[in-house]
């Protein structure tokens, strides 16, 4: 069984950075496309970023783009999000999700089989 466990979140003021860090065991992650979520209290679930499971590509959402990196690597069977320039609009908590292989709509959270359980980010004004 696949388990995803993310880490790395906090609480930080505005202008500040993180980097959040999801490890897969049961599974190898170059096996998966990955992606991160997020969800803001009273909200839905919202895409932040994805990588391919070739590794080729990455994708982000419009309110992240420039700011945010997705990475994975592949020997510590990781995926990190390197978040900088966060502001209170960051503040979710944040999900990890493998998506099934063969599904490529990255921004479909339902196209994602496994999840962690999620870390708190904060950001103070």
Sequence with gaps: ???LVESGGGLVQAGDSLRLT???SG?????YGMGWFRQASGKER???AAVGWTGG?????DSVKGRFTI???NAKNT???QMNSLNPEDTA???CGARRPGYTDYVDSSNYEYWGQGTQVTVSS
């Design 79 to 81: 995926v990190a999000l």
């Design 46 to 48: 919202e895409f932040v």
């Design 93 to 95: 908590v944040y999900y």
């Design 1 to 3: 069984q696949v388990q």
């Design 71 to 73: 990475s994975r690597d």
């Design 57 to 61: 590509g990455t994708y982000y959402g």
């Design 22 to 24: 999801c490890a897969v």
């Design 27 to 31: 599974g190898t992650v170059s096996s």
